[in-house]
């Protein structure tokens, strides 16, 4: 058997998959078994933060790799110790607990809520409200969380203490608080499995002084946002809101995997001995890619992505066949004419792998791709969605 077929016979049915299999990369090109060359504005879903196979992301995970891969976290050691200061000093939170993934990084954000909550409210306040159309991943709780039906349907009963409110709309987070007290807010600033959706800036800083008023914590799950993606560190900072516990992963390692919570003035304390864990949580290898991927983010490299997505928006608005776009940064939704599959599929054979976000053809390339390829990129996207 061939691959695909390897794959189709013995791997869940989960995922469905483009007909494509990927062997080889270099930066933002990435070649399949036939050695047809891509140019790849996904990044393995806004992990490839710096590309393929990248140079000082190797050097790093190599290195590190050659010494120790892992020690479980009954000790110390130095990627793990100095990448958890490197968080706490760009952001100005206080403390960080690693995991592996997205998902793992919301459910430490989660139990840190609850736990705060009912040391100080006691055992009834603990309901989390999140917004409606978000996406907070896949295990059982974060699906709970999750504010979209579908993902909800058929896996009941749901972990409880989860309220949904739309986007946008005050009213019902303070009539929710005044029926049931609430632990936390729980909001991504850019709705990405949503259909790449920002919040409106007046409502999120509105929500976030409704919150600290009422001591509700502010939770902002950065997965997809997070490490660059939106043209600052983090998203939150373009809403000059500050949150009490931050989520991250997908982009944070530059393609291993890696979730971190982050922890601020109220929370840093919240979680004792014991109360939470993970046995490859902040891996050796994994956080020492981190730093790797980190490092480089700085002002120059988030000018950069500005100007990337502001020549993205400008290549797309008005341009025939495309309706609207909408994103921040290098997160950005195309709502085309086409309906976004077909876009996706025919921009596949001319070399150019998109991703679809909802109703939306969605472009998360790599921070650094270079704008000769971003450029040939968009021409294509924009030929596609033109004919
Ligand atoms: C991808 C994503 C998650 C889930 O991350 P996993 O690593 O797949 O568990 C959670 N929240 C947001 C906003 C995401 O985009």
């Known amino acids: 058997m061939n691959v695909k077929e390897l794959d189709q016979t013995y791997i869940a049915s989960t995922y469905k998959r483009f007909p494509l299999e990927i062997t080889e990369g270099k930066g933002s090109l990435v070649k399949d078994e036939q050695g047809k060359e891509y140019i790849d504005l996904g990044s393995g879903i806004a992990v490839t933060s710096f590309g ?59 139990k840190t809520a609850r736990k705060y909550a009912s040391d100080k409210y006691g055992e009834n306040r603990f309901t989390i409200l ?12 974060t699906l709970s969380a999750t504010g979209q039906e579908h993902y909800h349907e058929l896996f009941r009963p749901l972990t409880p203490g989860f309220a949904h409110a739309d986007a946008g709309d005050l009213d019902a987070v303070i009539a ?4 049931t007290p609430l632990a ?46 939106t043209g600052e560190l983090f998203a939150y900072m373009h809403y000059g809101v500050r949150p009490d516990l931050v989520s991250t992963a997908k982009g944070l390692a530059g393609g291993l995997p890696l979730g971190a919570t982050l922890m601020g003035e109220k929370t840093a304390n919240v979680l ?16 020492a890619a981190a730093l790797s991927i980190l490092s480089r983010i700085d002002e120059k490299l988030l000018n950069e992505v500005k100007e990337k997505s502001r020549f993205l928006f400008s290549a797309f ?13 290098l997160m950005i939704g195309i709502k085309t004419k086409k309906a976004a599959g077909e876009v996706v599929a025919k921009c596949m054979e001319q070399g150019v792998l998109c991703l679809t976000a909802k109703d939306k053809v969605r472009l998360l390339p790599a921070l650094n791709i270079p704008m000769e390829l971003l450029e040939k990129a968009a021409e294509i996207i924009k030929a596609v969605c033109a004919e």
């Open 176 to 179: 929710q608080h005044e029926k």
């Open 130 to 141: 999140t917004l409606k159309n978000s996406f907070h991943g896949r295990t059982i709780t």
């Open 317 to 329: 608005t008005g341009a025939p066949g495309i309706e609207s776009i909408s994103g921040l940064g």
């Open 52 to 110: 393929m196979a990248d140079e000082a992301w190797l050097k790093a995970v190599c290195g590190q790799a050659a010494r120790l891969q892992h020690t479980s976290n009954l000790y110390y050691t130095d990627p793990c110790a100095k990448l958890a200061e490197m968080l706490c000093s760009r952001t100005g939170m206080k403390k960080v607990f690693f995991s592996n993934s997205g998902a793992e990084a919301n459910e430490c954000a989660i």
């Open 184 to 229: 936390a807010v729980m909001i991504e600033c850019v709705q990405g499995e949503g259909g790449v959706i920002p919040l409106d800036p007046a409502y999120v800083k509105a929500l976030s002084e409704f919150a600290e008023k009422n001591d509700i914590l502010l939770i902002v799950d950065e997965v997809q946002t997070g490490n660059g993606r």
């Open 272 to 287: 004792g001995y014991g109360d939470h864990g993970s046995t490859f949580g902040g891996n050796p290898v994994c956080c």
